[in-house]
């Protein structure tokens, strides 16, 4: 009956789990992150839990629900084999989803049961009178799904481990989370070239908290290498790569490690062990494209590069970034990695292609788009010879008001592109009423008028430039 359905609903979205905690499809790729989470099962057992229950989620978006339950029976074995004392504690998000699911497939008697089964445990460990209960677990557990669904959701995974950790500050895992979390929102405010939180101290009260989480010590080893502190760092991968040799997720920090640090050849040994074993992880194929790439950059340097040797590196960075972006389409930097590689082929129609598809999305996050109008502009400008074409690119990128360090970099182009024309015999008004944009649009105010006054000084009648005066 509707009644029923209704009031079902209503209890359903006061659930804690997957599906309330609003993790939006369209920022992943669903097989890719199906991918991801199996690795880890087969690599780390005790997450099992958690990754099940993500991964009946991923089921259920990808139109498998059959498919869901039978991931949620999984982790129902692995809550009573890991905590058979407080299987109700440990289950409240398996169960959540579960009442989804079955609500889902219009089994609303079966919901019902779950969400009862949810609704009387939490009476039974809460104290307070409405049963809603703040599990520290369930926490951890939302900011575990929130690190897996991408940039987006790395603000809310850092608030969520730190709610687990006010009741229980020492726990390793809850910290081991926190700090993750902490160095990704670095690495991303490092783009948009804002005020970073420095995540050295979570790194290193995580890794003490528990010494054999190698992922943990291997991001510790990236952030000291950040911070130019490398032969420390080293020290921590060293001693990883002696506890779990054999850890894929390891494996690659420990090759980006070295491939920051100039050893490409050690990097490449490294994704190839760990490609061997996980050979469908999207991260160490962009890895290898990487360091192939840089092999060609670095070939193309020498005075007599063998051609050979040149091609061969090409199609090998070709080939993984390609892997890439035909599993995780979503993977925007990606796109432009193999984009540029084309170009260092000199096959420049692909590049093109390539850049135009990225360019025709709509959910491009900014820093995204202002990343890809840098890329496209370096290549107008310099394979292309179209300078204005260029220069709109780079505009395109200034456009968007965050600030980033792609964006900077466009500002840079378009102003010294526009000067060389200005000084040139062909520059004119326009150029000069462009460069008074790109000023403005940097909030320049000063420089920008400056540039109108002279682009109306040398064309009294444009409109368009008494326009822009004024409402500077």
Same mark, same amino acid.
């Given at each position: ?6 009031? !079902? ?48 989620? =991923? ?12 991931? !949620?029976?999984?982790?129902?074995? %692995? =809550? ?54 703040? =599990? ?29 950790? @006010? ?43 528990? /010494? ?8 510790? $080893? ?22 779990? /040799?054999?850890?894929?997720?390891? !494996? ?15 990097? =490449? ?25 840089? *092999?060609?950059?670095?070939? *193309? ?7 050979? @040797?040149?091609?061969? !590196? ?12 035909? @599993?995780? /389409?979503?993977?925007?930097? $990606?796109?432009?990695?193999? %984009? ?5 082929? @000199? ?24 990343? +890809? ?16 074409? $260029? ?30 024309? +200005? ?21 320049? *105010? ?27």
């Amino acid at each position: 009956s509707t009644i029923s359905k209704n009031s !079902l609903k209503t209890s359903l979205l006061q659930l804690e789990c997957h599906f309330t905690w609003s993790l939006l499809e369209q920022y992943v790729s669903l097989d890719s992150l199906e991918e991801t989470i199996a690795d880890h099962i087969r690599f780390v057992t005790e997450y099992n839990i958690i990754d099940y229950n993500i991964l009946s989620y =991923v089921c259920h978006l990808k139109n498998s629900n059959e498919e869901g339950l039978r991931n !949620l029976k999984k982790a129902e074995e %692995a =809550v009573q084999k890991l905590y058979p004392g407080e299987i109700a504690r440990r289950s409240l998000v398996t169960w959540g989803n579960y009442a989804w699911i079955y609500y889902h497939m219009q089994r609303y008697d079966e919901a019902q049961t779950y969400v009862s089964k949810v609704e009387n445990s939490c009476k039974k460990l809460s104290s307070t009178a409405h049963g809603k209960i703040q =599990v520290p677990e369930i926490y951890a557990e939302q900011g575990w799904a929130a690190l897996r669904f991408g940039t987006n959701y790395f603000e809310r995974a850092k608030d969520c481990f730190e709610n687990a950790l @006010k009741s229980e500050p020492d726990n390793p895992d809850f910290n081991a989370g926190y700090a993750i979390a902490m160095f990704r929102l670095e690495k991303l405010a490092e783009r948009y070239c804002e005020e970073t939180s420095p995540c050295l101290k979570a790194l290193k009260r995580a890794v003490e908290l528990n /010494p054999k989480n190698t992922s943990v010590m291997a991001l510790l $080893a990236l952030e000291l290498q950040r911070l130019k502190r490398v032969n420390e760092g080293e020290r921590y991968i060293e001693e990883a790569l002696q506890i779990t /040799p054999d850890f894929p997720v390891f !494996l690659r920090y420990a090759a980006n490690f070295y491939r920051k640090k100039g050893e490409v050849n050690k990097a =490449v040994e490294i994704l190839k062990k760990a490609l061997a074993l996980t050979p469908k992880s999207i991260f160490l194929h962009h890895q290898l494209g990487l360091c192939y790439k840089f *092999k060609v950059l670095k070939l *193309k340097r020498t005075r007599y590069a063998p051609q050979e @040797k040149v091609e061969d !590196l090409l199609q090998l960075a070709i080939f993984h970034f390609k892997t890439v972006i035909d @599993k995780k /389409p979503t993977f925007v930097s $990606a796109h432009s990695d193999l %984009a540029n590689t084309y170009v260092l082929g @000199k096959r420049y129609e692909e590049a093109e292609e390539i850049f135009q598809e990225v360019l025709q999305r709509n959910h491009l996050s900014c820093g995204e788009k202002q990343d +890809i109008y840098l890329n496209y502009g370096n290549f107008l400008c310099f394979h292309m010879n179209s300078e204005s074409k $260029a220069i709109k690119c780079y505009i395109e990128g200034l456009k968007m008001e965050k600030d980033s360090y792609a964006r900077r970099k466009c500002r840079e182009a378009a102003e010294m592109l526009l000067k060389q024309k +200005i000084k040139s015999p062909l520059g004119d008004a326009a150029d000069i009423g462009t460069l008074g944009l790109v000023y403005s649009l940097n909030g320049e *105010k000063q420089k920008a008028i400056e540039c109108y006054e002279k682009a109306i000084a040398l064309d009294p009648n444009n409109e368009e430039y008494r326009n822009a005066l004024s409402e500077l």
